[in-house]
Every structure is written in structure tokens, then in C-alpha cells.
């Protein structure tokens, strides 16, 4: 699966990859985008040209009286130079009090109707597929209302209700946490993933306990801490049954995928995730491609994570011919759902980008927003590959701007 590099040059190459433009990146962009030369913005700024250069090739740190000189110049927001979280979405922050309310009260709900049990199911499976399509603005608008509904159900005197709520918890606080963690409410984000985490151990079933643990990695992710995020998928794996049925073998499948990206991205041995690639390979051999517990698996999902650890291996080559040899799964990439698809066309465009095709890189970022453009709109490494198109151009197409400002970027 790997190409032949050595160590050094592997881990040059998943640092230059991965995100994190500078302050002085951003500022290069932005003035590209607005067809500015160094002299002038360094004359719209009332800085020097020896500075504004400093800055750019990141030879020199830049003051935050400097840096509010150089976005009024650009007509940018200060934070987005710097390279902070900028809000992409007021509907879904103005609903994230509410979603705190009622995971606040998770033990407290407030008194109120509860819907028959087949009308919850039904109302759990349409928070699914908005969460698969990245439908964040409606999910963070509803659940604050059906997660005290199935909290009063589980709290019920009912006790084969209280199972199936607490079941359907899971996938509710799952729901949640995606609007929470995409959205860069870590602390909320962690609260819902232990929630998730109890109420699967409560229904004691091992395919969503698999499930909690394959969510809460998300932690880990936020933090960058990836070994304790390694050794719980590992542990997870450890205490799972032998998969006898899809819907276990896919959440072991899940978890096998998982850390395979994981360990590809923190270890420069990357024997580990090999052995988790080859592991999931196996039973997506015997899994049809679907949903199970919220979690796509199967051929075409295995398809999509080579592809994204080829990318955390920092080998664009591999990333760009695994996809290349996809075409024909082209179709099939529809049965993923949106959120998987559009990630895997960020992660084709961070390598073709590495590789230098830039046009190409450009239009798979547009067949990720064409996709899903809320999950397209709040991902880090959307912004980085759109600062890095941007710096490319001594002129930059007018699409491409435009796409930066859309997604912040700039």
C-alpha cells in the first residue's frame, strides 16, 4: 500500500499535508485574492514593505497592531487572519444554548408529551440522515426538543421503553455531538460523548458500544492527543465479541478503519495501520455497504478511508491513483452518505493539491461542497487547501475567491 519512502521524508511529507497555514500564509492569500501587490498593501497599511514581506515568508511574527493594520488594508476580519474559528453559521450557534439546556437536564427534563415508540424511531431515523447529510442548522434547531422527549421516555415507568429510549439516546446524543464537535464546541462535545457512552452501556449491546467508542475518538481528535485515542479503539476492539452478525461486524469494521487513520497519522510506524486497514478490509469483504447504528461500512465506505490514509501516510501519489482506480466505483459512491462523500473529496483535493495539479484540486473541493456544503464550509482542511490554491496564483480565478470567502478561508 505504501511507496517506498523513508522515514524523514514520510513524516516531510505528512506535515506539509496536514493543516496549519501561518498568519503570514493567510495574509499572502488574502492579498492575492485581492489582486494586491506586497507595495501595495504595505502602503494601504502603513507598514513597511521589509515587514510585509517578513511576514508573509513567516521570518518575523506579526503584532496584533500590525495585524488589525494589515485586515483593514484587506478589508478582512483580524481573527480569520490569525486563523481563528470564525462563525459560519448564526442559526446553529443561536441554537446551541438550547441544545445546552437539554443536555444540562439530561436526568431533568421538563414535563411533557412523548410520541409513541414507533413515531421516536421514525424521528431518530430522519436526525440520522440529516446528520449523515450534514444538515447541521436543522439538527441543532431540533433535538434540544426530542432529546427531552426520549429523556422523559427513558425516565418512564415503561421498562421496555426505557430500553428503547435509551437506545435511541445513543443516536440522538451521536446527532448532537456532530453539530457540537464541527462546529468547535469541544466541552459540549465530550459531555455528549460520554452521554452516548452511557446510555449504550445501559442497553448493554456491543455494536453500540463499538459505535460510542468509534464517536469518542472525536476527543482525542480535537485535542490532537492521538495515542490514548489509539489505545481506546484498540481496547474497544479487545472487548468486542466475535462479530457474528453485519451489524456487529461493521461496527468492528468501523473501528478498524478508524484506527488505522489514526495510526497512520501519529506513528512513524505505520505496521499498525496496516494490520487495522487489513482487518476492516476483511469484513467489509463479507458487509454490504450501508448504515449500521449511524456509521457507514462497507466496500465502498473501505474505499474512501484508503484513500484518507493514504493522505495521513503523507503519499499524495497513492492518495490521487487509489482514487483513480475508484472511477468505477463512481456510482457506488452514492450509496455513502454525504458527509463520508464530501470527505472524500477534500481528502483528494489535499493530495492532488500536494502533487501540484491545482485545477484539479480545485474541483474536487467543489464536488465536496456540491455534497454536503455545510460539512464542506466548517472543515479545517478546506481552508487550508484554499489558502495554499490562492497563494498558487499570481491571479486567482474569480470562482476561486469567491469559494475562499465562502468558506471563510480568507
Do not use: M, W
Given at each position: 500500500m505504501v511507496s517506498g519512502y523513508g522515514a524523514d521524508t514520510m513524516d516531510r511529507r505528512r506535515a506539509q499535508m496536514r493543516p496549519g497555514n501561518s498568519v503570514g500564509d493567510r495574509i499572502a492569500a488574502s492579498r492575492t485574492a485581492r489582486r494586491l501587490t506586497q507595495r501595495q498593501l504595505a502602503a494601504a497599511a502603513h507598514v513597511s514593505l521589509s515587514l510585509l514581506r517578513k511576514v508573509e515568508q513567516g521570518d518575523r511574527p506579526v503584532t496584533d497592531r500590525t495585524l488589525?493594520?494589515?485586515?483593514?488594508?484587506?478589508?478582512?476580519?483580524?481573527d480569520v487572519l490569525a486563523g481563528e474559528r470564525r462563525s459560519t453559521d448564526s442559526r446553529v450557534h443561536a441554537a446551541v444554548p438550547?441544545?445546552?439546556?437539554?443536555?444540562?437536564?439530561?436526568?431533568?427534563?421538563?414535563?411533557?408529551?412523548v410520541r409513541p415508540s414507533a413515531q421516536l424511531r421514525r424521528a431518530i431515523g430522519e436526525t440520522t440522515r440529516w446528520r449523515l447529510s450534514s444538515q447541521y442548522t436543522r439538527l441543532a434547531e431540533s433535538l434540544p426538543e426530542l432529546l427531552g422527549e426520549l429523556t422523559r421516555c427513558r425516565l418512564g415507568e415503561d421498562s421496555d421503553r426505557r430500553v428503547a429510549a435509551a437506545r435511541l439516546?445513543?443516536?440522538?446524543?451521536?446527532?448532537?455531538?456532530?453539530?457540537?464537535?464541527?462546529?468547535?464546541y469541544y466541552d459540549l462535545s465530550a459531555r455528549l460523548v460520554e452521554l452516548m457512552r452511557a446510555s449504550a452501556e445501559a442497553v448493554e449491546e456491543p455494536a453500540l458500544l463499538a459505535t460510542a467508542a468509534y464517536v469518542r475518538t472525536e476527543v482525542f481528535f480535537a485535542s490532537d492527543n492521538l495515542a490514548p485515542g489509539l489505545r481506546l479503539l484498540e481496547k474497544a476492539l479487545d472487548d468486542a465479541p466475535t462479530p457474528h452478525d453485519s451489524e456487529l461486524r461493521a461496527a468492528v469494521g468501523a473501528l478498524h478503519m478508524r484506527a488505522a487513520v489514526v495510526a497512520a497519522r501519529m506513528t512513524k510506524d505505520l505496521a499498525a495501520a496496516d494490520?487495522?486497514?487489513?482487518?476492516a478490509r476483511r469484513l467489509a469483504e463479507v458487509v454490504p455497504e450501508g448504515v449500521y447504528n449511524g456509521t457507514a461500512f462497507g466496500p465502498v465506505s473501505l474505499h474512501v478511508h484508503e484513500v484518507a490514509l493514504s493522505v495521513e501516510r503523507g503519499d499524495a501519489a497513492r492518495a490521487v491513483e487509489v482514487a483513480r482506480g475508484g472511477a468505477a466505483l463512481a456510482g457506488s459512491l452514492e450509496r455513502v452518505p454525504e458527509e463520508r462523500r464530501s470527505h472524500y473529496y477534500i481528502d483528494v483535493a489535499r493530495a492532488q493539491l500536494w502533487l501540484g495539479r491545482r485545477d484539479e484540486a480545485f474541483r474536487s473541493l467543489q464536488a465536496a461542497r456540491r455534497i454536503a456544503p455545510q460539512h464542506t464550509r466548517e472543515h479545517p482542511y478546506v481552508r487550508d487547501v484554499l489558502v495554499?490554491?490562492?497563494?498558487?496564483?499570481?491571479?486567482?480565478?474569480h470562482a476561486l475567491v469567491a469559494f475562499a470567502e465562502w468558506a471563510r478561508a480568507i
Open positions: 488589525t493594520a494589515i485586515a483593514e488594508a484587506l478589508g478582512a476580519e483580524p438550547n441544545l445546552r439546556t437539554a443536555i444540562d437536564a439530561y436526568d431533568l427534563p421538563e414535563d411533557g408529551p439516546l445513543v443516536s440522538a446524543y451521536r446527532a448532537a455531538d456532530a453539530v457540537a464537535y464541527k462546529y468547535g494490520e487495522h486497514f487489513q482487518h495554499r490554491l490562492l497563494r498558487l496564483h499570481a491571479s486567482p480565478p
